[in-house]
């Protein structure tokens, strides 16, 4: 079986950004990672103070999925992430800001 070839994050990352914004939706780096192959949490904000935070995750196919943790006040799903960041320290953040909350994340993008 061969294996799929994956993007740099920091080319995933700035694929993200823009399909976000062509989409209307206001998004940006809060963390930048390690370039090739740092992970990434996608923080969606409502801008009504919530918000949630996706993760990526391997199926048990070993195709991409995005996690969420959910809907939450935006003050924990920064907690999380910082908790996250202590953990790895190579950890993109990119945080879309969008009232209708969508995460473009079941585009591809690469």
């Given at each position: 079986?061969?294996?799929?070839p994956r ?5 995933w ?5 823009r399909r976000?914004e ?8 809060v ?7 740092g992970?990434v ?11 949630e ?5 391997r ?14 006040p ?5 907690a ?7 953990f ?10 969008d ?7 079941q585009?591809?993008v690469?």
């Open positions: 079986m061969d294996a799929v993007l740099k994050a920091e080319i990352v700035k694929a993200l950004i976000a062509t989409g209307g939706a206001a998004a940006m780096v963390r930048r990672g390690d370039a090739t192959s992970t949490l996608v923080k969606v904000s409502t801008l009504d103070g919530a918000a935070v996706f993760s990526p995750a199926d048990g196919d070993g195709a991409l999925i995005w996690l969420s943790k959910g809907r939450q935006e003050a924990d799903t920064d999380y992430i910082e908790k996250q960041r202590s790895d320290p190579d950890i993109w953040v990119v945080e879309i800001e009232r209708e909350g969508r995460h473009f994340l585009e591809k690469g």
